[in-house]
């Protein structure tokens, strides 16, 4: 639930930044910034992790992963892709998710 949300309100971002720093990958880029947002509100103590959070997290990439049809792996890439690019955000922050 907090993922979907974080996500939308990564491409809500997107919508709002210059184009030249949203990625091609406007979707894996979606995921990056749901990263940051979910890891620095909990870093800030808006948001609390509790035991089997991380673990429900990366669940949640690989069902999503494109089995379904409004997941598409062409629209929203594999589970790799978008777990790797969410962690991106979760360690690197909103500057992490900024292109190169
Ligand atoms: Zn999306």
Redesign the pocket.
Known sequence: MYLVIA??W??AIQARLDPSLVWRG??LQ?DCLAGAALFGAAENGALEFEEGDVDELVAAFDRLGDKTPWTKES??GTPAQRLSAFNRGADGGVEGCLPD
């Open positions: 996500h939308e990564g491409h406007r979707e979606a629209d929203h």
